[in-house]
């Protein structure tokens, strides 16, 4: 009996991919059938450090971060991945629990390509092992900059970074809350509001209504990886200062760490 698409958003995730039409009809059928999903609210852990990986997983809808906690219990968020887009491939390809919780930072559902299904693709399907690869090649690029800027960049320049096509590639409208790009930056939520409030009077980007635009995405770019001495000339507003709202009404508040 034919999958009903409509009503199953993750064949159509699978449909989409540019691997998946290379596949033979038998594997179709049971990537189709094995594939799994898991929904959570705003603020749940998905999946949890120290469990078992059973597969790769995509967020179909919503927003997750990628976060790790020490020993001494500090807390770093590493990557936030939105809709559309893949991640653990590293998790899957290693047999050892998994080493950082899945977060959801907004409403999230998930889809989760079984491992056999991914050893199977991996083992048989050379257009699968292509995407595989420039996947792992991009977010090595992701790890990179991410380094670099914890060590050479300043707060601000973090937050234009996070809204580069770095990390939000093929998107020039986000729908992104501050708060959430505090949790990706690792910043508070009113650092956040006055590095944004910076790049508007720049002409960099414009606030509306929770959405970030890029205006001058060459211009983000140089100034997120301007020398941070350069970066750091254009001044910004007093802490006390009237806040932007890109997302929720209310006071601003500090938010978690992440990187």
Not at 18 to 25: D, E, G, I, M, V
Not at 124 to 140: D, Q, S
């Amino acid at each position: 009996m034919p999958f009903d698409e409509a009503v199953l958003p993750q064949h159509r995730f699978l449909r989409s991919q540019p691997w998946f039409a290379s596949l033979s009809a038998d594997i179709q059928t049971r990537v189709l059938e094995r594939t799994l999903t898991l929904s959570g609210r705003k603020g749940k852990v998905m999946l949890a450090a120290g469990s078992p990986v059973k597969g790769w997983y995509a967020v179909l809808s919503g927003l997750v971060k990628l976060q790790s906690t020490s020993g001494e219990g500090r807390v770093s968020a590493f990557l936030g991945v939105p809709d559309g887009e893949w991640f653990g491939e590293g998790s899957v390809l290693k047999t050892e629990p998994r080493r950082y919780d899945v977060i959801a930072l907004r409403d999230t559902l998930l889809l989760c390509l079984p491992r056999a299904q991914f050893d199977e693709l991996l083992a048989h399907c050379l257009p699968f092992n292509h995407f595989l690869v420039a996947h792992l090649n991009r977010r090595l690029g992701q790890a990179m900059t991410i380094i670099e800027a914890e060590r050479l960049r300043s707060p601000e320049q973090r937050v234009a970074l996070y809204l580069t096509r770095v990390f939000w590639q093929g998107r020039r409208r986000l729908v992104l809350s501050q708060e959430e790009l505090g949790h990706l930056a690792g910043l508070s939520r009113q650092t956040v509001n006055r590095a944004l409030k910076s790049m508007e009077q720049q002409g960099l980007v414009s606030l509306e209504f929770g959405r970030v635009a890029m205006l001058d995405e060459q211009a983000l770019a140089a100034y997120a990886k301007a020398p941070t001495l350069v970066a750091s000339r254009t001044a910004l507003p007093p802490e006390g200062a009237l806040r932007l709202r890109a997302g929720k009404a209310g006071p601003a508040a500090p938010a978690g760490q992440t990187a």
